[in-house]
């Protein structure tokens, strides 16, 4: 994911690009998530007045673990990239201006794979549920409740029972 600034022309340069998960190269942040397919970019570069700016998406599978039943979730990750590039030799600009990102770049390519890598870990969930309505796993047997019920909750709501009627009104 180099580009020479040269590349790109008036009317642009547009990248269609897919990496596989190794690009990340084992560089995950995510303790719960991990990428899980190839990693798709589309990617539009338009050079103004020295700077490059970077617009695009990226898409991907993401597959994390449920925080409630430990099964794995797949979780379908679009990322907005909004990039701009100055070159290094310029002065470096100190306003950060709304949801636009800033990057230097040096001499004549433009080296995008570790900003996107990080865009891609960052983007990294780091909690999942696979459902709303995860039951998760029985606290007593760890049996997944999803799949299969148990008996200890029955015995639970007994308990639960026990508690009120020691209550005092
Ligand atoms: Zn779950
Ligand atoms: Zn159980």
Redesign the pocket.
């Known amino acids: 994911m180099i580009v020479n600034v040269s590349e790109i022309k008036d009317g642009g340069l547009s990248l269609n690009l897919t990496r596989g998960p190794g690009w990340l190269g084992g560089s995950e942040k995510s303790e719960v998530a991990s990428v899980g397919s190839d990693i798709e970019f589309h990617i539009d570069l338009l050079r103004t007045a020295g700077e490059v700016s970077v617009r695009g998406k990226v898409g991907f599978l993401a597959v994390a673990r449920c925080s409630r039943c430990l099964s794995d979730v797949n979780v379908r990750t679009n990322l907005e990239i909004k990039l701009l590039l100055s070159p290094s030799e310029a002065e470096k600009k100190m306003e950060s201006g709304g949801d636009m990102d800033y990057e230097t770049y040096r001499g004549r390519t433009i080296d995008l794979n570790d900003y996107m890598r990080e865009q891609v870990n960052l983007s990294l969930p780091y909690k999942a549920i696979c459902a709303e309505d995860c039951r998760g796993l029985?606290g007593?047997?760890g049996?997944n409740l999803n799949e299969q019920q148990?008996g200890?909750e029955a015995r639970q709501e007994d308990s639960r029972f026990a508690v009120l009627k020691d209550i005092k009104i």
Do not use: S
Request: with cysteine.
């Open positions: 029985c007593g047997c049996r148990c200890c």
